[in-house]
């Protein structure tokens, strides 16, 4: 079922989406088998327009918001797990950046927007490290320079590093007047010092996004390059209104799509067999109708309180920050339960190697690590239920975003 009532655009988005998708399918299990970037996936939508589609349309994009960007994003990952996650990344943060540019006319963002509109910038984001899962903290080091700071750290899951122009990434600058602060910052892919380490991504899921490490040695970052910065072990503001609130709805959107597509399969295969009255069959169906739903609902409802602001100016950042880590965690989660119940109605064959059965099997258990992962949210959401402090917080530096305009429809 998709969701009834959207809009006009927001139909147009889907479709297009799900257009592509039918085409990545065919040829997902070869870039999977060979753990091969699929760069003529990315070409071809960047060539549909895909990749601007949340770059506001003035600018020369699509206009799209976090709601169409999950529903979207859902429907291409039902055809190709690895390109849709690798694509979200680059959307996500032009997201962002639209927001920013509509609530203060930045000249530079609208700069790189018209960049990406024109097929120029794809952005990505380096931040994850080994035990520094949560952007609360990092290993890498920046050091005071003139003009800006020299950074060196090694960063993992560097999902887009194939195609990425623009990386964004976090570094601890410790002598900070206010202490120890994470500084957020972008650079060009190409500026000194940054090096894609290839033949680092060895994975059993979503083989495809060649999501490398990478080495960052005394990379210059100037000071209008740092995008934000906070303390060390904080929740940010700021933070929950760009990075958390815009991944974790479309993370869970992603993961979703990828059982979505393995249930449309299976609906199909059980058609063909004829095994559609089967009174297991029709109540595994069924309990994946339902968690399907239930998780597009939840994300539907929390994207529509990232655009409108709700989840920082009517509850606490970690209120707020409890609520869309929640978000990814359903989304995820019910995603392996569908899949799980679709391998048990097929059988056997499903775990055959190449089949889409066993590539969801595989792909979807990456979402319950992805940060936040589950033992990380699970801790997030019961401090936040038994009102106990998980880390200081900060308040955004812009109380209100840019809400979205009036729709079509």
């Given at each position: 079922?998709?969701?009834?009532?959207?809009?006009?655009?927001?139909?147009?988005?889907?479709?297009?989406?799900?257009?592509l998708?039918?085409?990545?399918?065919?040829?997902?299990?070869?870039?999977d088998?060979?753990?091969?970037?699929?760069?003529?996936?990315?070409?071809?939508?960047?060539?549909?327009?895909?990749?601007?589609?949340?770059?506001?349309?003035?600018?020369?994009?699509?206009?799209g918001?976090?709601?169409?960007?999950?529903?979207?994003?859902?429907?291409?990952?039902?055809?190709?797990a690895?390109?849709?996650?690798?694509?979200?990344?680059?959307?996500?943060?032009?997201?962002?950046?639209?927001?920013?540019?509509?609530?203060?006319?930045?000249?530079?963002?609208?700069?790189?927007?018209?960049?990406?509109?024109?097929?120029?910038?794809?952005?990505?984001?380096?931040?994850?490290?080994?035990?520094h899962?949560?952007?609360?903290?990092?290993?890498?080091?920046?050091?005071?320079?003139?003009?800006?700071?020299?950074?060196?750290?090694?960063?993992?899951?560097?999902?887009?590093?194939?195609?990425?122009?623009?990386?964004?990434?976090?570094?601890?600058?410790?002598?900070?007047?206010?202490?120890?602060?994470?500084?957020?910052?972008?650079?060009?892919?190409?500026?000194?010092?940054?090096?894609?380490?290839?033949?680092?991504?060895?994975?059993?899921?979503?083989?495809?996004?060649?999501?490398?490490?990478?080495?960052?040695?005394?990379?210059?970052?100037?000071?209008?390059?740092?995008?934000?910065?906070?303390?060390?072990?904080?929740?940010?503001?700021?933070?929950?209104?760009?990075?958390?609130?815009?991944?974790?709805?479309?993370?869970a959107?992603?993961y979703?799509?990828?059982?979505?597509?393995?249930?449309?399969?299976?609906?199909?295969d059980?058609?063909?067999?004829?095994?559609?009255?089967?009174?297991?069959?029709?109540?595994?169906?069924?309990?994946?109708?339902?968690?399907?739903?239930?998780?597009?609902?939840?994300?539907?409802?929390?994207?529509?309180?990232?655009?409108?602001?709700?989840?920082?100016?009517?509850m606490?950042?970690?209120q707020?920050?409890?609520?869309?880590?929640?978000?990814?965690?359903?989304?995820?989660n019910?995603?392996?339960?569908?899949?799980?119940?679709?391998?048990?109605?097929?059988?056997?064959?499903?775990?055959?190697?190449?089949?889409?059965?066993?590539?969801?099997?595989?792909?979807?258990?990456?979402?319950?690590?992805?940060?936040?992962?589950n033992?990380?949210?699970?801790?997030?959401?019961?401090?936040?239920?038994?009102?106990i402090?998980?880390?200081?917080?900060?308040?955004?530096?812009?109380?209100?975003?840019?809400?979205?305009?009036?729709?079509?429809?």
């Amino acid at each position: 079922m998709r969701p009834l009532n959207t809009s006009p655009t927001r139909e147009r988005h889907v479709a297009m989406a799900a257009e592509l998708a039918a085409v990545f399918r065919e040829r997902a299990a070869e870039y999977d088998g060979n753990a091969e970037f699929p760069h003529r996936n990315i070409d071809e939508l960047r060539d549909a327009g895909y990749l601007r589609l949340t770059v506001p349309e003035e600018l020369g994009g699509l206009g799209g918001d976090l709601t169409d960007m999950a529903a979207t994003q859902e429907a291409l990952a039902s055809g190709c797990a690895s390109t849709a996650l690798t694509v979200n990344m680059h959307l996500s943060m032009a997201g962002q950046l639209a927001r920013n540019w509509r609530t203060t006319g930045d000249e530079r963002a609208r700069r790189t927007l018209g960049d990406i509109a024109d097929g120029k910038v794809i952005l990505m984001g380096a931040t994850a490290e080994p035990g520094h899962a949560l952007v609360r903290s990092t290993g890498a080091k920046a050091r005071k320079t003139e003009g800006g700071y020299l950074v060196t750290g090694d960063k993992t899951f560097g999902t887009g590093s194939a195609v990425m122009t623009h990386m964004t990434s976090m570094a601890v600058y410790r002598e900070h007047p206010g202490g120890p602060h994470v500084l957020v910052f972008r650079v060009p892919a190409d500026a000194p010092g940054v090096r894609v380490l290839e033949g680092t991504w060895n994975s059993s899921a979503l083989r495809a996004t060649r999501s490398e490490n990478i080495e960052l040695r005394d990379v210059m970052v100037a000071e209008d390059d740092v995008l934000l910065s906070f303390p060390v072990g904080s929740l940010d503001g700021s933070l929950l209104q760009t990075v958390w609130g815009w991944a974790m709805p479309t993370f869970a959107a992603v993961y979703l799509g990828v059982a979505v597509g393995a249930l449309e399969q299976c609906v199909q295969d059980v058609l063909s067999r004829g095994w559609e009255n089967r009174p297991y069959v029709q109540v595994a169906v069924s309990e994946c109708e339902a968690l399907v739903e239930t998780s597009r609902a939840l994300i539907e409802r929390t994207a529509r309180e990232v655009m409108g602001n709700a989840l920082w100016s009517s509850m606490s950042i970690q209120q707020g920050m409890s609520r869309v880590v929640l978000t990814k965690i359903v989304g995820t989660n019910n995603a392996v339960e569908v899949v799980d119940r679709v391998i048990r109605v097929m059988g056997t064959p499903a775990l055959r190697p190449g089949s889409p059965y066993e590539r969801a099997h595989r792909d979807v258990r990456a979402g319950t690590m992805h940060p936040y992962g589950n033992s990380d949210a699970c801790d997030l959401i019961a401090a936040t239920a038994f009102g106990i402090e998980a880390a200081p917080a900060n308040p955004p530096r812009m109380s209100r975003l840019a809400e979205p305009a009036p729709r079509d429809g």
